[in-house]
Protein backbone atom coordinates (compact mmCIF):
# COMPACT_ATOMS: atom_id res chain seq x y z
CA UNK A 1 0.00 0.00 0.00
CA UNK A 2 1.38 3.29 -1.06
CA UNK A 3 2.14 5.55 1.82
CA UNK A 4 3.81 8.74 2.86
CA UNK A 5 5.03 9.66 6.07
CA UNK A 6 6.31 13.24 6.72
CA UNK A 7 8.93 14.08 9.90
CA UNK A 8 11.37 16.82 10.98
CA UNK A 9 8.96 19.92 11.32
CA UNK A 10 8.75 21.61 15.44
CA UNK A 11 9.11 25.25 16.69
CA UNK A 12 11.96 27.50 15.16
CA UNK A 13 12.46 30.95 15.56
CA UNK A 14 12.22 33.60 12.66
CA UNK A 15 15.18 33.52 11.05
CA UNK A 16 15.73 29.69 11.50
CA UNK A 17 15.83 26.40 9.57
CA UNK A 18 14.52 22.98 9.50
CA UNK A 19 14.66 20.01 6.99
CA UNK A 20 11.88 17.97 6.66
CA UNK A 21 12.11 14.66 5.50
CA UNK A 22 9.13 12.53 3.55
CA UNK A 23 9.52 8.74 3.39
CA UNK A 24 7.85 7.02 0.88
CA UNK A 25 6.93 3.56 -0.18
CA UNK A 26 8.78 3.45 -3.79
CA UNK A 27 6.76 1.97 -6.70
CA UNK A 28 4.56 5.20 -8.05
CA UNK A 29 6.37 7.39 -5.88
CA UNK A 30 9.75 6.76 -7.23
CA UNK A 31 8.90 7.35 -10.65
CA UNK A 32 6.66 10.63 -10.34
CA UNK A 33 7.48 14.02 -9.28
CA UNK A 34 7.24 15.01 -5.95
CA UNK A 35 5.81 17.85 -4.35
CA UNK A 36 5.66 19.70 -0.86
CA UNK A 37 2.81 20.99 0.08
CA UNK A 38 1.74 23.07 3.06
CA UNK A 39 -1.81 24.00 4.97
CA UNK A 40 -2.15 27.05 7.45
CA UNK A 41 -4.78 27.16 9.95
CA UNK A 42 -7.76 28.46 8.34
CA UNK A 43 -6.27 28.27 4.38
CA UNK A 44 -6.58 25.95 1.81
CA UNK A 45 -3.43 23.22 0.89
CA UNK A 46 -0.85 24.77 -1.19
CA UNK A 47 2.23 23.88 -2.99
CA UNK A 48 5.36 24.46 -1.81
CA UNK A 49 7.51 22.93 -4.12
CA UNK A 50 8.35 20.10 -6.79
CA UNK A 51 10.77 17.92 -8.57
CA UNK A 52 10.86 16.00 -11.11
CA UNK A 53 12.26 12.46 -11.78
CA UNK A 54 15.77 13.86 -13.00
CA UNK A 55 16.28 16.63 -10.31
CA UNK A 56 14.47 19.62 -12.01
CA UNK A 57 13.17 21.65 -9.07
CA UNK A 58 10.35 24.59 -9.02
CA UNK A 59 9.22 27.01 -5.83
CA UNK A 60 6.23 28.95 -5.24
CA UNK A 61 7.03 32.46 -5.11
CA UNK A 62 6.71 33.08 -1.29
CA UNK A 63 9.97 30.15 -0.97
CA UNK A 64 11.73 30.92 -3.57
CA UNK A 65 15.73 31.36 -2.43
CA UNK A 66 14.87 30.11 0.85
CA UNK A 67 13.70 26.63 0.66
CA UNK A 68 15.56 23.76 -1.51
CA UNK A 69 13.32 20.66 -2.36
CA UNK A 70 15.70 17.56 -3.28
CA UNK A 71 15.24 13.58 -3.63
CA UNK A 72 17.19 10.44 -3.15
CA UNK A 73 15.09 7.64 -4.96
CA UNK A 74 17.25 4.92 -3.54
CA UNK A 75 16.25 5.77 -0.10
CA UNK A 76 12.67 6.34 -1.06
CA UNK A 77 13.17 9.66 0.09
CA UNK A 78 12.42 13.51 -0.46
CA UNK A 79 13.49 16.50 1.76
CA UNK A 80 12.72 20.04 2.37
CA UNK A 81 14.74 22.71 3.44
CA UNK A 82 13.58 25.63 4.42
CA UNK A 83 16.23 28.40 5.43
CA UNK A 84 15.12 32.23 6.65
CA UNK A 85 11.57 30.82 7.91
CA UNK A 86 9.24 33.21 8.97
CA UNK A 87 6.21 33.35 10.96
CA UNK A 88 3.84 33.14 7.64
CA UNK A 89 5.55 29.59 6.69
CA UNK A 90 4.04 27.94 9.75
CA UNK A 91 1.81 25.17 8.81
CA UNK A 92 1.22 21.87 8.62
CA UNK A 93 3.47 20.26 5.45
CA UNK A 94 3.29 17.48 3.60
CA UNK A 95 4.50 15.47 0.85
CA UNK A 96 2.60 13.40 -2.48
CA UNK A 97 2.62 13.36 -5.70
CA UNK A 98 3.27 16.56 -7.53
CA UNK A 99 -0.01 17.97 -8.49
CA UNK A 100 -0.62 21.61 -9.91
CA UNK A 101 -2.49 23.97 -7.91
CA UNK A 102 -5.91 23.73 -10.03
CA UNK A 103 -5.62 20.14 -9.31
CA UNK A 104 -4.74 19.61 -5.94
CA UNK A 105 -8.29 18.88 -4.73
CA UNK A 106 -8.42 16.00 -6.57
CA UNK A 107 -5.19 14.20 -5.04
CA UNK A 108 -5.39 11.34 -2.42
CA UNK A 109 -3.21 9.46 -0.36
CA UNK A 110 -2.07 12.11 1.79
CA UNK A 111 0.19 11.54 5.22
CA UNK A 112 -0.49 13.05 8.37
CA UNK A 113 2.02 15.87 7.69
CA UNK A 114 4.36 17.46 9.86
CA UNK A 115 3.95 20.81 11.64
CA UNK A 116 6.54 23.72 11.61
CA UNK A 117 5.72 26.87 13.67
CA UNK A 118 8.09 29.76 13.19
CA UNK A 119 7.62 32.45 16.01
CA UNK A 120 9.66 34.14 19.07
Known amino acids: QAQLVESGGGLVQPGGALRLSCAHT????????MGWYRQGAGKEREVVAG???????NYTDAVKGRFTVSRDNAKKMVYLQMNSLKPEDTATYYC??????????????WGQGTLVTVSS
Open 26 to 33: GGIFSGAP
Open 51 to 57: ITTDGIT
Open 96 to 109: NIFQEPRFLKFLEG
